[in-house]
């Protein structure tokens, strides 16, 4: 089965720099020097179209536009890219979120994906109202997608739980085809959700051992409840025709960053409750201690896997580096532990998508990972080419 390969829409800015901001940084930090307007937003989604791509991530939170506004508006832009849009439960009611999925996908059919995101910073989460714990949360994600995927099946739906209540709750226009549900979350109260909704769960970029662990943990979780759950993984990218190259232009990243950007963005990534967020802070902990972060190689905390994205930035802190098949081949080892999508970006978002559509593609296509849209279609007649005898 090909690989499917996703990219990212930065609606927060995008720079030819780390544009810091996102989990547990506060809103107004993502600093950046190309504005996410929606012709910028289009112009990544329409490229990421002609390579094949199947959807683009629309991340979620305080530090970054609406996402399903901007995504609404970039749909139009496009013809066949699929957009995962993320939504947090809780700050909506699920039948209004099941509603806004069924027209999505009925203006745009097949093209929504749908990335639940719980919410790991409690302060952000007070700012939108809502003032529950972690472990709540997860109880009230799992409360939200029970009745958002009853509604989607056409089930008049009546709930009385601990966290949400609805009655008498259908709707009208029911999605078709079904939206897949994407989850992320490394705590414990994580894995049972994600075991009992995720189509497709999602893991930050760790050290392969680290995430054929979680493979293995959410699994044995899905087995339990009768299901089967594939897997996906976000991570930057860093793609050159050389790994010269590629190690040179992570080095330029780290040149912007100084001591006390660093120590910043750090003290605001502390506060946050998210495990994932803590595994991609421990990644570079030892490096921060000891100033040895300014040396891209050192931040290299597995082949071609690079920690220095998360030194500013929440969330997806890893970055594949090297040359394009180094790249091809990381993602044929993560491939190879289970990992059937690729969640991807990198900086400026627009230049990096050309590096790797067309260094690293044609590496995966080659080796069978990856078969794009299309190209199982008989080759059509060229004109004015001579038919050879």
């Given amino acids: 089965m090909s690989l499917k390969l996703h990219w990212f829409l930065p609606t927060y800015g995008d720079s030819r720099f780390i544009v810091g901001g ?17 012709g910028y937003l289009s112009s990544i989604a329409r490229a990421a179209e002609d390579f094949g791509f199947t959807a683009a991530l629309t991340p979620t939170g305080a530090w970054c536009e609406d996402a399903w506004l901007t995504t609404a508006m970039v749909a139009r832009e496009s013809e066949r890219l699929g957009f995962l ?28 994906l749908l990335n639940v995101v719980t919410g790991g910073e409690s302060h952000e989460q007070r700012a939108f109202g809502d003032f529950l714990d972690k472990p709540a949360r997860y109880a009230r994600a799992d409360e939200f997608l029970s009745v958002v995927t009853r509604l989607w099946r056409g089930e008049r739906v009546t709930h009385h739980g601990e966290h949400l209540r609805v009655d008498d ?53 899905a087995d339990r409840e009768g299901r089967t759950v594939r897997f996906g993984i976000r991570l930057h990218v860093i793609a050159r ?61 597995a082949p071609n ?46 230049e990096e998508l050309y590096w790797f559509g067309e260094g690293v593609i044609p590496q995966l296509t080659q080796r069978g990972l990856f078969v794009p849209p299309g190209s199982d279609r008989s080759p059509t007649a060229t004109p004015f080419l001579a038919a050879a005898h």
Avoid: C
């Fill in 241 to 301: 025709d050389t790994s010269e190259d590629a190690w040179a232009a992570a080095g330029k990243l780290l040149e912007a960053l100084d001591e006390d950007t660093v120590r910043a963005a750090q003290a605001g990534l502390a506060r946050s409750e998210s495990t994932g967020q803590a595994n991609m802070r421990d990644l570079h902990s030892s490096h921060r201690a000891d100033g040895s972060w300014r040396d891209p190689r050192a931040l290299e905390v």
């Fill in 85 to 112: 849009v993320a939504l947090r439960p809780g700050l909506i009611s699920p039948t209004l979120a099941a509603q806004m999925a069924a027209t999505f996908s009925r203006h745009a059919p097949g093209r929504l």
């Fill in 305 to 350: 896997l690079w920690a220095g994205v998360g030194l500013v930035r929440g969330g997806a802190g890893t970055a594949l580096v090297g040359s394009h098949a180094e790249v091809a081949d990381r993602i044929a080892e993560y491939s190879a532990l289970g990992i059937d999508e690729f969640v991807l970006s990198g900086y400026p978002h627009l």
């Fill in 169 to 221: 709750a259908a709707l009208g226009t029911l999605p078709s085809p079904e939206i897949p549900i994407y989850f992320g979350g490394s705590s414990p109260e994580a894995g049972p959700v994600a075991a009992r909704h995720s189509d497709v769960y999602l893991t930050w970029g760790e050290p392969p051992a680290a995430v054929a662990a979680k493979i293995d943990w959410i699994r044995r979780l």
């Fill in 22 to 38: 996102g989990h547990g940084l506060p809103a107004g930090t993502a600093h950046s020097d190309r504005p996410a307007s929606v």
